[in-house]
């Protein structure tokens, strides 16, 4: 799971993504979050675009645990596509995958919208639910915010999940790219790790090295090594290698066993399993999509 969230802390600080999501914010009037598979908070508490309404619940315990049972019900339902999820008071948030690969990575999110007009009526039935999360006294304030909420027509809301839909795929592609090139206040040393890990991928390079190569010991190398980069040294150097295969192969002199050794696998079946792993592709798959392209 380390794994995971250290590349989607990696996205989240890319320009790429904080552009998007000025971009998106700006463009629809809603929230958008990038949240890892297994998350224990509101995505959009305290974030730009949040539905005054929801962060009024948000303060409440009971209110929020419900929230979040929703968040949980939505990532179980987004794991292959997009989907969308009506909370108790009948408002929507959608969510949709982000992958490496074949590897579920987290969601794009957004939401907290109506799909069609509330009223005061609807409102008055929550009452009893409003209560029971401990909303007593703010009923005006609430009622506000209800009616006030952000309502979209099925064809604007299903032209937001397309949005998020092509930036979600173009995520996928670039982050491989993002997460081996992040360098994100890190320690000099790890800094130096990634360049010597660079220099000699293609050859048989071992933690043990790279450590005595930064004049470090292992066990602290790959404790930092982890806690900086968010994925082991072999998931990382598997990457750059990965990276630089990519791009031998569009040298279609090239045999792919050719490749694999250049760039540092000693079997032409694990360099298979790890290209697949990462790009989501086989190396045939991927040179047959590049010369279709």
Known sequence: M????????AIRGSELYKEYERAFNEATGLPLALRPVESWQLPHHRQRKENPFCAMLAERSKACASCLQVQQTLAEQAREKDATVTC???LCDTAVPVKMGSQ??????TGQIFRSKPTGRQFDKLAGLFAQWGLQGETEKLKAAYLGSRVMTNK???????????????LSMVSNQILVQKENAEPPMITRAK???REHFADELSLGQVAKAVNTSTFYFCKMFKKFTGINFTEFLSRVRIESARNLLLNPNLRISEIAYEVGFQSLTHFNRVFKKVTGQSPTEFRSHLAHA
Do not use: D, P, T
């Not at 579920?104 to 999110?109: E, I, K, N, R």
């Open 88 to 90: 108790a008071v009948g």
């Open 156 to 170: 604007e809301h299903e032209s937001v999940v397309k949005l998020l839909s092509i930036f979600a795929e173009h």
């Open 104 to 109: 579920l990575l987290g969601f794009l999110h």
């Open 2 to 9: 380390q794994s995971e969230n250290g590349v989607i802390e």
């Open 195 to 197: 360049q010597f890990i």
